[in-house]
């Protein structure tokens, strides 16, 4: 018979947060696959539990997960955990998930927490339905079109940031989203100084503390359908714009597309730039 390899949620924060099926299922397998085996000693220690650990982290090579498979295709059980939370969700694991269920081994969830459902429940924010983009780019186009997909989304919006890099991805998405799109920013969730701030980008900005610390889970609200009106010189882009020998309609045209604004305020603010500009 095949083995079983079982995909076991592990607490975010506090240790305590673990149900009785995954310490069951822990104690009970011939290893425990691990991305960080010093990280989830931790958890074992506390709860007296002596399987071995193996460590299974994204840079494992294709060699390592081919012999896991074969051991669970002889039967062996591995429980596959990540350092926080339900493990695959922008963690490693799904690949040896995948090569395991096609050999024929019978992969099972062994759910609990996870801190993207853990954030939309405290964000005070829609969840009826919700993408979840993981980490950003760093840079580059690729962030770029990422952001631009962020801000024109009418759903929520899921991300992780690092402690590192938020104030910078705050920057970008107040740029990218406009004002008036809500945020629930969610830090160090379930630990001692968890906090949630809500708000707009530049509200939440205010609220965090530089440098930021601890793990962070963004939550952004769904556009509402209508452009977000972006603030804009339009005097100073109306002078360029003129240069450009474009007509008052292209003008108007370019504000509607490009910063977001109803066509007969854009219209309004071309002729009065105009006007001011003569």
């Not at 108007?252 to 597309?257: F, S, V, Y």
Request: glycine content about 8%.
């Amino acid at each position: 018979m095949t083995g079983c390899l079982s995909v076991v949620a592990t607490p975010i924060g506090c240790l305590d947060d673990i149900t009785i099926r995954a310490l069951r299922i822990l104690r009970e397998a011939d290893a425990i696959l691990a991305e960080d085996t010093r990280h989830t000693r931790t958890l074992c220690t506390k709860y007296g539990i002596r399987t071995p650990l193996r460590s299974f982290h994204e840079h494992t090579d294709d060699a390592k997960v081919d012999q896991l498979v074969q051991e669970l295709v002889s039967g062996a059980y591995f429980a596959l955990v990540s350092d926080a939370g339900t493990p695959v969700v922008s963690d490693p694991g799904a690949y040896l998930v995948s090569c395991a269920a096609e050999a024929g081994v019978v992969v099972e969830a062994i759910p609990g927490p996870s801190a993207v459902v853990a954030a939309l429940s405290v964000a005070g924010l829609p969840v009826r339905r919700f993408t979840f983009e993981g980490f950003l780019p760093k840079s580059g186009r690729e962030r770029e079109e990422v952001l631009s997909r962020i801000s024109q989304s009418e759903i929520t919006t899921v991300i992780f940031e690092s402690p590192y890099r938020i104030h910078a991805t705050l920057q970008d998405l107040g740029q990218a989203l406009g004002n008036g799109r809500r945020l629930a920013l969610c830090r160090e969730l379930t630990k001692v100084h968890e906090q949630t701030i809500r708000g707009t980008v530049e509200e939440v900005s205010a609220g965090l503390a530089a440098p930021a610390k601890g793990e962070i889970t963004l939550v952004i609200e769904g556009a509402s359908g209508e452009p977000v009106e972006k603030d804009v010189d339009v005097r100073a882009l109306v002078v360029d714009w003129k240069r450009e020998g474009l007509s008052t309609k292209e003008m108007t045209h370019r504000l509607q597309t490009e910063a977001g604004w109803k066509r007969n305020k854009a219209y309004r603010a071309i002729l009065e730039a105009l006007k001011t500009d003569s």
